[in-house]
């Protein structure tokens, strides 16, 4: 668990990093992490971290997708859920609509799923 980190602040120490989920990421010397959400309610795992929403379009792939599906089940499993339900939101407005604000579920996200 963390706390909130003020990123300019980190960056003026000189420790350029996104957010503390990268620099963890480093020191721990992990390559597939992700930052995790979690309540007695909700659960939710990012599949990006820190990047801007002009840029997420542009990193978004199936592969990272995958491995973060499995990352989330195992962490709930870890944490006590024998069959995790996990639900995967849309990137575009209504999920695409089947193409109509974009493709991105339909060439990428159910794909991978």
């Not at 420790?15 to 990421?25: D, K």
């Amino acid at each position: 668990a963390t706390a909130p980190l003020n990123k300019e602040a980190l960056h003026s120490a000189g420790h350029i990093y996104p957010g503390h989920t990268e620099l963890l990421a480093q020191l721990t010397n992990t390559k597939n992490y992700a930052m995790v959400l979690y309540t007695d309610k909700l659960k939710v795992i990012h599949v990006t971290t820190h990047i801007a929403l002009r840029k997420f379009l542009d990193t978004l792939n199936g592969e990272r997708i995958q491995t973060v599906i499995g990352m989330a089940d195992s962490f709930l499993r870890r944490v006590g859920f024998d069959k995790p339900r996990i639900a995967v939101a849309g990137v575009n407005p209504h999920a695409g609509e089947n193409g109509l604000f974009g493709d991105e579920e339909i060439t990428i996200v159910a794909p991978a799923i």
